[in-house]
């Protein structure tokens, strides 16, 4: 899963870019309003931190422009802001959730992390997949109760997949979704890295669809 923190205090936007590194996602970080609007235009990410005091374009116009543009993105703001009249204003904007400086960061990748199953049509924090479950709280995966192993890739990867079973999912938007924008991206690696995921959850869970991406199984097996 990726993530785009916009927020012009860098010591603000380090610390929370490690926190959800730390907690499995990968992120794009923008320093003002222009920048994140764009890359938020542009990138399709699974969910945005957004501050409304921003240098350029504030926070509430970016999110009216991504809004009006059609973009359905989970957005999280996070800011100082914490009258009502400025939450409402928020809201009506689209945001998806709103939370107000000083803040816990744990809460933030707890809500950050309710706000991207609930985009993918998932209300549970554990998703089950036949034999495999992923315990989205703990960002762990599990094959019949037993722990699988997993990179911080390999987890991005298969994160992403169990989110989506039932569908075939792009080389493309699968890379998209577990590379910042500074991959320089190479399907061979991908290729490599689902092999070893393929060898430790069993070969016959992700398909490859000829020619078009690769696919979860969706149905529960016995
Ligand atoms: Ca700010």
Redesign the pocket.
Known sequence: MRLLIV???PA?ALRLQQALEAAGFVVDVAYDGEEGWHLGDTEPYDAIVL?????KID?VSVLQRWREAGKTTPVLIL??RGRWSEKMAGFNAGADDYMTKPFEIQEVVYRLRALIRRASGHAQPELVCGPLRLDTNAARVTLDGAPVPLTAQEFRILSYLIHHPGRVVSRTELMEHVYDRHFDSDSNVLEVLLGRIRRKVGGGLIQTVRGQGYKLAAQEQA
């Not at 501050?51 to 240098?55: A, I, K, S």
């Open positions: 927020e012009d205090e603000l501050d409304l005091g921003l240098p926070g800011t100082a």
